[in-house]
């Protein structure tokens, strides 16, 4: 079963460093300033001739609350008009963006991220929607993955009405813990009723997908806490759950600074919140995709991962990572072959971009070839646990064991540590690697340095 995975403390604790998520190869950390519009549009052009389908993302920043453990682009604020500029921006980059796109190109998958999109009124949600399908060639028949992210202190019946009228048939809401005491300790106080009256809204409407997320690591919380909030949704029965590990980088993260770091679980207890999370969802019959992620058996991620179809962008696992990526929005980032690009993510630089007409990217990076081989690879590893190496070979033109010389004494001793199978045809990740299959791709990143890994998070 792909979902046969096998704790091993020993093991979690040697291989549970910090690494990226791979979202991307290589990741945002290596993007630069020489990469800027031109690069983009060039790109559109060559995806509008091939009329590759197309995947779009729309940062909203807005939140009317800060939570203490965050970490996107956000911008905290209690006065909903300054949601309407930052809307007539967006839609004069949609349109500089648009007019590269070929209306034969379907947008097979669109999702609304931030921030928190419902932050917008509703007025406000069907302007941004009906500027979108008059510029991309959005489907109408409840066909595309259409997802937006809910905060369900900010949404009620007739938001989730409003949503499902527009198109969207997939939401992801954001709860983290329901323990008041932790609520407290990251600033986010929110019900277990507002939550089940969001995910009953669903269901009645007729959504195809709901996701919920959790964070584990965070202030206050304990084992046994954690537990009872993940039994308390596991009864919601949501088609997906994200259970992700909090990365304390006040650093970077002001408003991690909020937080004291003497009331943060230690390493110990991290890793039994995680072990127990691993058993609560198993024994209710959730299947283990992949690093933090999670999905009932009929899900498509898990039908895609049975069939060897699943994919990863920068929207996490996904059935469409087929399409090119376009990203709108401050600090959003497009995907458009091999070129990856990034919006400013200063609001205010972002805005100024567009009202003088110009779009938006600040910087990016090119994949070469090397960057090609390595991607595929990782993906192939995050969403099969396998890798045949007669294909890479192949479309690469390398003799594999020849080309990874310099890292082949680490996978003999990951194979040793019972972490996977390395023969002539390829390597099977084992019980035991799946969950530290970021480990094992990090062994793969030409640029992962000793420097840059304090910017992610923790395998484990």
Excluded at 15 to 24: A, C, E, I, K, V
Excluded at 209 to 216: A, E, G, K, T
């Amino acid at each position: 079963m792909l979902d046969d995975f096998r704790w091993d403390s020993d093991l979690v604790r040697r291989y549970s460093l910090t690494g990226p998520r791979y979202t991307s190869y290589p990741t945002a950390v290596q993007f630069h300033t020489q990469i800027g519009a031109f690069d983009l549009l060039h790109a559109m052009r060559e995806s509008r001739k091939a009329l590759r389908p197309l995947s779009l993302y729309v940062h909203i920043p807005f939140c009317a609350n800060v939570c203490y453990y965050c970490a996107c682009n956000k911008v905290i604020t209690k006065d909903r008009g300054r949601a309407q500029l930052y809307l007539e921006r967006l839609e004069q980059e949609v349109d500089l963006l648009a007019c590269h796109v070929d209306p034969r190109q379907v947008v097979e998958q669109l999702h609304l991220g931030g921030g928190t999109p419902t932050f917008l009124g509703h007025a406000q949600m069907r302007q941004l929607m009906a500027h979108l399908r008059r510029r991309f060639h959005l489907l109408d028949d409840d066909s595309g993955d259409y997802s937006i992210e809910i905060d369900p202190r900010e949404a009620d019946w007739s938001t989730m009405g409003m949503l499902r009228d527009l198109g969207f048939n997939r939401v992801s809401l954001g709860v983290q813990d329901l323990d008041p005491v932790v609520q407290r300790a990251i600033n986010r106080l929110q019900s277990l009723d507002e939550t089940q009256a969001i995910v009953d809204a669903a269901r009645t409407l007729q959504f195809r997908s709901v996701n919920i997320d959790l964070i584990y690591g965070l202030p206050k919380q304990t084992p046994e806490g954690f537990a009872r909030t993940l039994d308390d949704i596991i009864a919601l029965q949501p088609d997906r759950l994200s259970v992700f590990n909090y990365a304390h980088l006040p650093e970077r993260f002001m408003p991690q600074r909020r937080i004291d770091p003497a009331d943060l679980p230690d390493a110990e207890q991290k890793l039994e919140m995680f072990s127990r999370t691993l058993n609560q969802l198993s024994q209710a019959g959730y299947r283990y995709i992949g690093m933090d992620h999670f999905a009932l058996p009929d899900d498509e991620l898990a039908i895609a991962q049975e069939d060897a179809t699943l994919q990863r962008n920068f929207q996490g696992y996904s059935t469409h990572a087929h399409c090119d990526l376009i990203g709108l929005g401050v600090s959003a980032i497009s995907q458009i072959g091999d070129l990856y690009t990034q919006n400013s993510n200063d609001l205010t630089d972002y805005q100024n971009l567009l009202a003088s007409s110009q779009p938006a990217t600040r910087r990016g990076l090119r994949c070469t070839t090397d960057d090609r081989l390595r991607r595929a690879i990782i993906q192939r590893l995050m969403c099969n646990f396998n890798l045949k190496f007669a294909p890479i070979e192949s479309a690469f033109s390398i003799v594999f064991q020849d080309y990874f010389s310099d890292i082949w004494l680490q996978l003999l001793t990951m194979a040793e540590d019972g972490l996977l199978d390395i023969d002539a045809e390829g390597i099977q990740i084992k019980p035991a690697g799946k969950l530290l299959i970021r480990a094992i791709c990090m062994v793969f990143d030409a640029h992962l340095t000793v420097n840059n890994r304090y910017r992610f998070s923790q395998v484990i």
